[in-house]
């Protein structure tokens, strides 16, 4: 058989077509078939298979694949049926046998044309070497310049959405400290006004006048000026003190930036978070906190404080004007967890993928920088730890914060 097509011209001989086939599997089918007499022959009339000598009266079958006989298949006469069924068997595993080899050739062809493209085209690489790594390098000069200046934009609006949490709370801390503020003022204006009442009487005292003194004492109702004076001053105390408590709340804020790590109790971070947070949950949300005694944890507070307000402003968004927030905090071998659990409107499963992304939020443009959540997951794995979360839509979420005691194991 000859095969042509644009890439060979080459004939096909039985031999080659029957290369793939074991010659003792064959011959043992034909003796089955045909019995011990048959010859299977080569169109030169050679012996591959069977009998050597030339049968007395036998049948011959050609073996074609297009119009040239490739071979043929001797068997006696009175097997002549058997013969033609064993033949078309045999043709058929020819083409089988000859669409492989047309496949291999046209492949190893192609391969041989491909490999010759390569080398010339590696040749022309190699003409243009120096150009291309001449290229390189200042392609490699202009990315790190990019990426000098990405990396600054990026501590930037790390920077801008650290301040931002903290400037959130800028309007309720001033809420909070204008009222012991307001009251404290105009208690000194009553403290100022008793005390010109009590200098009225330091005359009457020193000329002895009793009398007089007696009926300017009850005109002037000082019995009650005397108890409602020291009224005043507990309340200015007690109002003095509560800015006293704001200012070191918020004090955790104030140094955000301060790379020195301190050996702190947790559950004393949360709590002047919720303090410094009070003023921004509104009275349908109720906030738990269940506060274990867990070991002290050398950090930075400033940024784990970051962490903590991030997450409960996240949960204060989700939970709107009613709901619950509990703060629970846990200590297991080697390890704190501080839990956030809202039951607000939940997370769905495609936003959950891109929760920690950069710049991703779900609210409107300037409602949020979508950094808030990946501050938190910076931090915490800058702490050794990790941050999770569960949530289902409408459902609630669950924020799970693990903070190993020691960074080193």
């Known amino acids: ?150 990396k600054q934009a990026e501590r930037q609006l790390y920077q801008a959405e650290k301040m931002a949490s903290v400037g959130q709370l800028a309007a309720g801390v001033a809420h909070e400290i204008n009222n012991p503020i307001g009251f404290i003022r105009s ?77 702190i109790s947790i559950s004393d971070c949360i709590t002047s978070v919720c303090n410094v947070a009070a003023s921004r949950i509104p009275a349908g949300v109720h906030l738990v906190m269940q506060l274990e005694q867990t070991p002290p944890l050398r950090c930075r507070p400033g940024h784990l404080n970051q962490v903590f307000l991030n997450l409960l402003l996240n949960a204060l968004q989700a939970v709107g004007e009613q709901g619950e927030i509990r703060i629970r905090t846990e200590s297991i071998t080697g390890v704190i967890l501080v839990h956030v659990i809202d039951t607000g409107i939940g997370i769905t499963e495609e936003n959950m993928l891109r929760i920690f992304d950069p710049f991703f939020t779900t609210h409107d443009v300037g409602h949020g920088t979508g950094l808030g959540l990946t501050v938190c997951r910076d931090i915490v794995q800058a702490h050794g730890g990790s941050i999770v979360v569960e949530s289902k839509k409408n459902e609630g979420s669950h924020f799970t914060v693990y903070l190993p005691l020691d960074r080193n194991t």
């Open 1 to 150: 058989m000859q095969l042509r097509n644009d890439h060979f011209d080459r004939d096909f001989t039985l031999t080659e077509l029957l290369a793939g086939m074991s010659r003792e599997r064959l011959a043992r089918s034909l003796d089955t078939l045909l019995g011990p007499d048959f010859r299977l022959l080569t169109a030169r009339s050679e012996v591959l298979l069977g009998t050597v000598e030339p049968l007395s009266v036998a049948c011959r079958c050609e073996l074609r694949l297009d119009i040239e006989p490739l071979g043929f298949l001797e068997a006696p006469v009175t097997m002549q049926p058997q013969a033609q069924a064993c033949a078309s068997l045999i043709e058929l595993t020819m083409k089988s046998a000859a669409r492989y080899l047309m496949a291999s050739h046209l492949h190893e062809n192609n391969v041989n044309e491909n490999y010759k493209n390569l080398l010339l085209q590696h040749e022309a690489l190699l003409k243009s070497e120096l150009q291309y790594k001449q290229l390189s390098e200042e392609l490699e000069s202009r990315v790190q310049a990019q990426v000098k200046i990405i």
């Open 187 to 263: 208690n000194l204006g009553t403290a100022k006004a008793y005390v010109q009442n009590f200098s009225q009487l330091a005359p009457l005292i020193k000329s002895g006048a009793v009398d007089q003194l007696a009926a300017v004492w009850n005109e002037g109702d000082m019995d009650f000026v005397l108890e409602d004076f020291s009224s005043l001053l507990n309340e200015s105390i007690s109002g003095a003190d509560r800015v006293a408590r704001i200012v070191a709340d918020l004090k955790g804020f104030s140094n955000i930036d301060h790379t020195e790590e301190e050996v």
